[in-house]
């Protein structure tokens, strides 16, 4: 806010996710992953409302009016002859943490508040009782009034071939890295030892995220940015197992920066 004039930020672009040398964190601020989609290439229709009244932002009632302007009501036209206007949509007596669409119907994640599982949370197919509904002989009796706007259009960048082919000289670069890291660990002892564990551990954690964020990429550029149900839904074994050496390096790697700033 300057001079009268409130400015929004829409959207921040950016191509790389990570932060180093920083002056209040031990390590870095995050793996480097390549992610040109974050270069946000694409056509955005930006909701906004502004609120002038003595709500604060923490308020329940300014919480309401937040969700009612991001979820409208939807409106449906029914051609039936039921008299009933509103029914039970889904009814739990737990204390809900989370609910989705289950194969079954409707699961949901419940917490024990009191009792011998107290503070235990269990996943469960949810209970739904529906009431007198609307006589709706089939879907063409139904017709929605104001169905949602997707306000996101399409993905219009790709991954740059060039920046990958940085990435796998990265790559070659951090595997001698590596290797000679290994041969002087072997020769180590005492301080020094623990030193070149964590310089190792730099070196490969570093490696692969450049690894998976070529695989990632590779995969893009193979769909030409399409986004098709196989390609959200489906897992890549090679993903996976670079994703699981990855996840063993994080926390050996974190560990390990801790343990050099105190020999």
Not at 49 to 62: E, V, W
Request: hydrophobic share 35%; proline share 5%.
């Amino acid at each position: 806010f300057d001079n009268g004039k409130l400015a929004i930020s829409l959207r921040r672009t950016i191509e790389w996710v990570t932060e180093g040398n920083l002056t209040n964190r031990i390590g870095d601020a995050g793996p480097f992953f390549y992610v040109p989609d974050a270069r946000c290439e694409r056509t955005v229709t930006h909701k906004m409302a502004l609120y002038a009244g003595d709500i604060r932002p923490d308020d329940d009632r300014f919480n309401s009016l937040e969700a009612s302007f991001h979820h409208d009501p939807l409106i449906v036209d029914v051609d039936g002859k039921g008299e009933t206007s509103s029914w039970l949509a889904a009814k739990n007596d737990q204390p809900l943490t989370a609910i989705w669409p289950s194969l079954n119907g409707l699961g949901g994640r419940v917490w024990h508040a009191t009792g011998d599982q107290a503070g235990l949370i269990d996943e469960v197919e949810l209970d739904v009782q529906m009431g007198d509904q609307p006589n709706a002989s089939s879907p063409e009796n139904c017709h929605l009034l104001n169905a949602p706007v997707v306000r996101m259009g399409d993905n219009k960048g790709l991954p740059d071939e060039n920046v990958l082919g940085q990435l796998r000289q990265k790559v070659e670069q951090l595997t001698g890295k590596a290797a000679d890291a290994k041969k002087r660990l072997a020769a180590a002892s005492g301080t020094e030892k623990l030193k070149i564990e964590h310089e190792l551990y730099v070196h490969e954690r570093e490696r692969h995220e450049f690894l998976l964020s070529i695989r990632l990429n590779e995969l893009k550029i193979a769909q030409n940015g399409e986004l098709t149900e196989s390609y959200l839904y489906q897992p890549d074994p090679e993903v996976t197992e670079i994703g699981y050496r990855l996840n063993q390096l994080r926390i050996k790697r974190r560990i390990f920066d801790y343990v050099v700033t105190v020999i």
